[in-house]
DNA sequence: ACACGCTCCTGAACGC
DNA sequence: TGCGTTCAGGAGCGTG
């Protein structure tokens, strides 16, 4: 599922291809994801040179020449692919690809998604912070802005799990499930505490290790990148090894613990853990 | 302001 | 083998 740092892997993978080209052809083959894709959709776009591809939590962000910002999400299935259009032949397009995209730069992009919980639509470029999708989002976790001081102040407000608060896109912007199964391992604290309960000195673990987590996972993500140039391929989804998410029934990995992980559900939701080393 | 449950969707995994 | 059921989950939305 796409979380921030996968989120931030296709960033990064499409911004070589699309910066500074121009959108030959734009194709919506549905009305809708989770939301209507704009009716203009193609039109807008269209003839239309991108200037920047940004990303804000898991939104990618593309900026058009004196045109809309449109906003990309991946929802928990979406995916982007790139292929080389003038490179033998061209893969048949599936049922589930509901975008295309086309540059002259002869790339061709996918946008993927089954379970259609994603989203694409329009925001003005001059009102971008202001667009309802990112208007009370919380900081980037990787920002000057998320720090311990407020994490506290957040914290101490909320009577819920601290997993389910982690989660909270108001609260700090782009951690899904896995990565806060991950941090609240890491930081040695049990998710079914409740926000309110963490004391400042287990605020000021909690925060640098949410910061290595989304780093480490960007950088696994980075080195996932092939060079589009040479290699077609699906961007964003990479190999990465977590020491408690999905781990069920397995041996932490604490030096001395013995525990096992552990799987509960919060909010409808599989959160994993060592009862023993996170207290 | 916060908490919580419901909803969208499809493919994979599982049980009989 | 095949059918039905359950589960996965991001995040907006309505209700309390």
Do not use: W
């Not at 190999?239 to 041996?251: L, N, S």
């Amino acid at each position: 599922m796409p979380e921030l740092p996968e989120v931030e892997t296709v960033r990064r993978g499409i911004a070589p291809v699309l910066e500074g080209a121009r959108f030959l052809k734009v194709q919506a083959r549905r009305k809708d994801l989770r939301i209507p894709i704009p009716d203009d959709f193609s039109f807008e776009l269209t003839g239309k040179k991108i200037i920047k591809v940004g990303r804000r939590s898991k939104y990618i962000l593309i900026h058009i020449e004196d045109g809309p910002v449109v906003i990309l999400h991946l929802g928990m299935s979406g995916k982007v692919t790139l292929y080389k259009l003038d490179e033998g032949a061209t893969p048949e397009i599936g049922k589930h690809d509901h975008l295309i995209f086309e540059t002259d730069g002869g790339m061709r992009m996918i946008y993927t998604d089954p379970r259609r919980f994603g989203l694409v639509t329009f925001a003005d470029p001059d009102k971008l912070d202001e667009h309802p999708l990112l208007a009370s989002m919380g900081p980037e976790p990787l920002s000057n802005s998320f720090h311990s001081d407020y994490l506290m102040e957040k914290l101490a407000k909320r009577k819920s799990p601290i997993k389910n608060v982690l989660l909270d896109q108001k609260i700090i912007a782009g951690l899904g499930n896995i990565y806060v199964c991950e941090a609240l391992f890491r930081a040695h604290i049990n998710p079914e505490r409740h926000a309110a309960t963490l004391n400042k000195r287990e605020v000021e673990a909690l925060v640098p290790i949410i910061n290595d987590i989304i780093r480490e996972a960007i950088a696994a993500g980075g080195s996932s990148l092939k060079d589009y140039a040479q290699v077609d391929g699906e961007l964003g989804y990479f190999q990465h090894q977590f020491q408690a998410y999905g781990r069920e029934d397995q041996a932490c990995i604490n030096q001395g613990c013995g525990g096992t992980i552990d799987r509960i559900a919060q909010s409808g939701r599989s959160t994993f853990y060592c009862k023993r080393c996170q207290l």
